[in-house]
């Protein structure tokens, strides 16, 4: 039995890994995967899913490393030769496109916690006042950002003040999944779910 371990702290891929890693390499193949992951993008962006159609585009660019140093090495090529420094415009690239993927998922606010059950309490007794359930848990919602607010602003001053702030994080964390799992609960309660 052949081992492929040469120092037993280290791991090295056997021959077989190999060849496949440098099969997927291949031109054709990296071809026709651009093609799909193209296809992709282009029915992901049709359907507003940019994220989605993101991160396929940087899945494809993570499985072909070879084309990506490549590209990259171009690219730096070029903008060394304009005196641009490459970092500063990679930074201005990505910014851009999490600018743009930012503005092109923003949506209307909508509640998330309690929701359901809102809409579960205005159909489960009949004859309230829609606005008043609106209200009530309109108020919960208020206190809620309030407190985290509140709790956020103090863990950044603890953390300024080189005081513990991880102890002062931990209560607006418990809030956090006291609401969320309060949330939840209600949901299965209800069967709002």
């Known amino acids: 039995m052949k081992t492929y371990l040469s120092n037993p702290m280290r791991i ?10 440098d099969k997927i390499q291949n031109p054709q193949i990296a071809a026709l995967t651009a093609v799909i ?45 304009y005196k641009y420094s490459p970092v500063l415009l990679m930074g ?20 998330q916690f309690f929701n359901r059950t809102q809409t579960w309490m205005t159909g489960a007794i009949p004859g309230i006042d829609t606005g008043l359930v609106a209200l009530i848990f309109n108020v919960l919602r208020a206190l809620f950002v309030i407190y985290l607010g509140i709790g956020l602003v103090k863990v950044i001053q603890s953390a300024r003040n080189d005081d513990d702030w ?3 994080a931990r209560t607006p964390l418990i809030l956090v999944v006291t609401v969320t799992m309060g949330d939840i609960l209600a949901g299965i309660i209800t069967g709002a779910v």
């Open 12 to 21: 090295t891929q056997s021959p077989h890994n190999r060849k496949f890693l």
């Open 37 to 81: 992951a193209g296809i992709m993008i282009t029915f992901a962006c049709s359907k507003g899913m940019y994220l989605t159609a993101l991160l396929t585009l940087i899945g494809l660019l993570l499985a072909f490393p070879k084309v990506l140093l490549m590209l990259y090495d171009r690219f730096e090529q070029m903008i060394r030769h």
């Open 92 to 111: 201005i690239a990505i910014g851009f496109v999490i600018g743009l993927l930012l503005i092109l998922t923003v949506e209307p606010a909508q509640a």
């Open 166 to 168: 991880q102890q002062m």
